[in-house]
């Protein structure tokens, strides 16, 4: 299913989210918050720090436990956690393998479920590094594993906790497009959660803002970048937005190698919201083309 096709009526959601409450002691980080993720859908969270987008991806997947609302999962989900979170003494493949842990299974069905070679396929950038410590690569690597991490598991919806965040504008939108290619081949549904508000409408079809614990607008990607007050607050008066201050592709300790040398080159982010595969082209096609310039 293509991003950019509204849902029919006559689907169920796979995700459902009503009047949830979600409170840490005495504060109330959400506040009657209520939305949907039809199946094969990708979906926007955007707001600023604080705002309470991490605290719903984890209720979502069960870390948290609501003080009252509700919330229903209707298919296998996995989680893309923020900061990407390896397990950085063991290797690539070990870290994809961790993400089959909770199949089920004996034997020959066990060792199909761990098999990493459809991973690689979907991401072969990871096929060279496969043998190396997750500690050791760059930032974009890392979250590429943790993408692969989270596949591994089968899920149906997929759910990134700022996919951007420390990383040059060029990485991220090689990362967007293997989204993208996920969406749209396997059907998989994405909740993206960004504080890169332009990335976010691009890649997806609706979006949801999130301020102060509750929903403050929701609708088509396209009317929320459209919308006055939402430009203002979100994506910047001017038509181009600077790269973030943080945009840097986090190394490791050690070299990343000259192709991630390249890509940790500026560049800038997507244009105005369309269709999902659309901007996504535009985007990887202006970073390259920025790239180029650069040598």
Partial sequence: MNASQPPRSDVVDVVEVRDLVVRYGAATALDNVSLRVAPGEMVALVGPNGAGKSTLVNTLTGILTPASGSVEVRARIAQ??????????????????????????????????????????LLPDLVRVRDRKAGGMSGGQQQMVAVGRALMSRPEVLVIDELSLGLAPLIVADLAEHLTELNREQGTAVVLI???????????????????????????????????????AYLGEAQALPAPPDAQDDPGPHDPGPRDRAMADPAPTPGTAGTARGNQDTAVQAARAATREAK
Avoid: H
């Fill in 194 to 232: 960004e504080q890169n508000a332009r990335l976010a409408l691009d890649l997806c079809s609706r979006a949801y803002v999130l301020e102060a614990g509750r929903i403050a607008a929701e609708g088509d990607s396209a009317d929320l970048a459209a919308s006055p007050d939402i430009a203002r």
């Fill in 80 to 121: 893309v956690p923020e900061g990407r979170q390896m397990f950085g003494d063991l290797t690539v493949d070990d870290n994809l393998r961790l993400g089959a842990w909770q199949l089920r299974g004996r034997g020959e069905s066990r060792r199909k479920q761990r098999d990493t070679s459809w991973v690689y396929e």
